[in-house]
């Protein structure tokens, strides 16, 4: 499985940017997916996550209500739209893909390259 992000860049505060993660697997709907994030200097901190279905999703509190994550599962991908944007969202953004219910920290079968997120203030 190969997992491709992409959709960062360099965004002013309050802006907006909008990830996109596209898996090379043809069982895509058995894996639940998720974005993670990596700050300089920081440890990796799960970001969102979505169901198998689509029908569930989880959220960091410090996400909430700005960041909606969702996915096309005939096409293989898993978005990010990132909206109002602060600077602390600056980080290196990384998808991961989980076969099962849910995708868990420490538990993860794979992982995109990742895609840089710069907000400016």
């Known amino acids: 499985v190969q997992l491709q992000a992409s959709g960062g860049g360099l965004v002013q505060t309050g802006g907006s940017l909008r990830l996109v993660c596209t898996a090379s697997?043809?069982?895509?709907?058995?894996?639940?997916m998720g974005w993670f994030r990596q700050a300089p200097g920081k440890e990796r901190e799960f970001v969102a996550q979505i169901s198998r279905s689509g029908l569930t999703t989880n959220y960091a509190d410090s996400v909430k209500g700005r960041f909606t994550i969702s996915r096309d599962n005939a096409k293989n991908t898993v978005l990010l739209q990132m909206n109002s944007l602060k600077p602390e969202d600056t980080a290196v953004y990384f998808c991961a893909a989980q076969y099962g219910l849910e995708v868990k920290w420490g538990g993860v079968d794979y992982w995109g390259q990742g895609t840089q997120v710069t907000v400016s203030s």
């Open positions: 697997v043809r069982t895509f709907s058995g894996y639940a």
